[in-house]
């Protein structure tokens, strides 16, 4: 604190630590580089671990049982492959939403949706990603087969119209 004052970044930490919407950040390798409390509390992964390895490690922890975690593992990191190549300069604005099921590491399944964007800050790129609903559903609750871990749609900003449909990691 300056003089008393507080500083503009404590504030933006707190917020970002107690808002009650899940955020992520990874970088433009991978490593995920922000991970809020909220996002912890969906997941049962503690920040502290999340922040010790990529986000494709983390989907793969998070994915329903019934898709095997290597599976899962490489459909995430080809997915982050994918934004990333999207992402080519701080001009591609972009949203990506994502629609699936996770299991959190307390054994909650969840159906989610939610978005990510780049976010380009001294000429390095971030992803990121907030998770916009969740809904509870039975870890019992059986998924027709062939339904995807993810379902995603890509949107331009209207500069430049772009369509993109991806579905992955199917049981």
């Known amino acids: 604190m300056k003089d008393g004052a507080i500083e503009q970044t ?6 970002f630590q107690t808002i009650p919407t899940p ?5 433009g390798d991978g490593s995920v580089v922000e991970w809020n409390h909220a996002a912890e509390k969906c997941t049962g992964i503690p920040r502290q671990e999340a922040l010790s390895t990529t986000i494709w490690e983390v989907h793969a922890r998070i ?19 994918t934004l990333v190549a999207m992402s080519s300069d701080a001009a591609d604005q972009w949203t990506e939403e994502y629609e699936g099921e996770i299991l959190s590491t ?6 989610i949706r939610s978005e990510v964007f780049p976010l380009w ?41 772009s369509q993109y449909k991806m579905e992955s990691a199917h049981r």
């Open 106 to 111: 307390h054994g909650e399944m969840h159906h």
């Open 23 to 27: 955020i992520v950040a990874v970088d």
């Open 121 to 161: 800050l001294d000429h390095h790129l971030f992803l990121v990603g907030v998770l916009l609903t969740t809904d509870p559903i039975s870890a019992e609750a059986p998924r027709a087969p062939g339904t995807p871990l993810f379902r995603g749609a890509h949107h331009s900003t209207p500069s430049g119209s």
């Open 10 to 15: 404590d504030i933006r930490a707190a917020v």
């Open 63 to 81: 994915a329903p049982a019934t898709i095997p975690y290597e599976q899962a593992r490489d459909c995430s990191r080809e997915q982050f492959q």
